[in-house]
């Protein structure tokens, strides 16, 4: 059974950084690209940054481009995205998901079957 697991949110001053971190089981890492969502409270599920697999491409929405750093271990089946300079507009539940689809230069959630529950980050003073 494919589990997705986040963990890493929590409260942020403006400015600051978190690392997320999202562990994959029941399914070989080294063989999937895994995308990081996030859906902010009446808004709809943005997709904000995918890793590729075997060439490790990786692909970031513009809000968060220079920011934010997407990365894989696949010996640990982790995901991470570590978040710096976090602004409030950042505040969200990310998700991670596997696959990554890219149209016209916005990361969609197409097809992708299997997902995390998600992990809250609210950036606030």
């Known amino acids: 059974q494919v589990q997705l697991v986040e963990s890493g949110g929590g409260l942020v001053q403006p400015g600051g950084s978190l690392r997320l971190s999202c562990v994959v089981s029941g399914f070989t890492l080294d063989y999937g690209a895994i995308t990081w969502f996030r859906q902010a409270p009446g808004k709809k599920r943005e997709g904000v940054s995918c890793?590729?697999?075997?060439?490790?491409?990786?692909y970031y929405a513009e809000s968060v481009k220079g920011r934010f750093t997407i990365s894989r271990d696949n010996a640990n089946d982790t995901v991470s995205l570590q978040m710096n300079s976090l602004k409030p507009d950042d505040t969200a539940v990310y998700y991670c998901?596997?696959?990554?689809?890219?149209?016209?230069?916005?990361?969609?959630?197409?097809?992708?079957?299997?997902w995390g529950k998600g992990t809250l980050v609210t950036v606030s003073s």
């Open positions: 998901a596997i696959g990554c689809t890219v149209v016209a230069g916005v990361l969609e959630d197409y097809g992708i079957r299997f």
């Open positions: 890793i590729r697999r075997g060439d490790d491409w990786t």
